[in-house]
């Protein structure tokens, strides 16, 4: 089965090391280090798109992030200016993230996952004091009492909403450009099920009731923390879905044969276009597409 382009990690995380002060140290020194920028890095394009990786003795300062080990050995990430090299330009992962091979696309979620959780949890929550990165960057402890804090992740539901036979519902936000639709999704509230989640969204964005909430996919999507996860659900063919809670400007019914050619968000052509191959949406719309 195809995997969203940002699930495809292979690098083990390996906590025993990040647990371990002295090894980290040691895996430091054989290190793999990969640079980050506001959430870009550099990315060599020659024969295929490669994340630059280089050598930790000639690493930029910066908070150091473990991010694993694979059979080439322990690869970090440093939060620094990406700064320049030839042949290699500056990539976010939506610029880039479905063209990476899987262990590339892996580490890049993995370190904007946390770049982008450290920038923002420089105090503590209980009592304002400065935090540290402890463990290999995957906690940071409050400098004056001692708590730890983990990298906080947002559930999200993200769902194709179809009649069972050869239609889908899908919707468009108002700072969308005209012809850009993408399946219905929203945050899992306290206390609720994701498949609950998919029930109350579909109606609050759409007016439809919806059945058959069926998981399929997930996948980390670091814009800024949330873990989007991806559902299939059946509604009623003679539904009208008119936009309910003021997130959608447009809510219709596409057909396959409508969906089956559409280009993906700034391609050319007039008509619908469907998201962007490194999301989660763009997998469940064309695998409904194919008859998945």
Request: hydrophobic share 40%.
């Amino acid at each position: 089965m195809t995997r969203p382009a940002l699930s495809r990690a292979t690098v083990d995380r390996d906590a025993a090391t990040r647990d371990d002060p002295a090894a980290l140290e040691a895996a430091w020194k054989q290190a793999r280090v990969l640079v980050v920028e506001d959430a870009h890095a550099l990315v060599l394009d020659d024969d295929r798109p490669r994340l630059v990786l280089q050598d930790s003795a000639g690493a930029p300062d910066g908070e150091r992030y473990y991010l694993g080990r694979d059979a080439d050995g322990p690869v970090f990430a440093v939060a620094a200016p990406v700064g320049r090299r030839l042949g290699a330009r500056r990539l976010g992962l939506r610029d880039v993230g479905a063209l990476l091979d899987d262990r590339d696309a892996g580490l890049l979620t993995h370190a904007v996952g946390l770049t982008n959780w450290h920038a923002t949890h420089r105090r503590c929550p209980r009592c304002g004091a400065p935090t540290e990165p402890v463990r290999g960057g995957s906690v940071r402890r409050c400098t004056d009492d001692g708590s730890e804090h983990f990298p906080r992740t947002d559930p999200a539901v993200i769902m194709l909403v179809h009649d069972g036979a050869d239609r889908c519902v899908l919707g468009r936000q108002a700072v969308w450009p005209t012809g850009r639709f993408s399946t219905l999704a929203g945050f899992v509230e306290p206390g609720e099920s994701a498949e609950q989640a998919v029930v109350r969204e579909v109606a609050e964005e759409t007016g439809i009731a919806c059945w058959d909430v069926e998981y399929v996919d997930s996948q980390p999507w670091p814009f800024p923390a949330s873990l989007m996860l991806g559902f299939r659900a059946t509604c009623d063919p003679d539904a009208r879905p008119v936009p309910a809670d003021g997130e959608l400007e447009e809510a219709r019914w596409f057909t396959r044969d409508e969906l089956r050619n559409a280009p993906v968000w700034g391609g050319s052509g007039a008509g619908v276009q469907l998201p962007s191959p490194v999301s989660i949406a763009w997998l469940l719309i064309t695998g409904w597409v194919a008859g998945g």
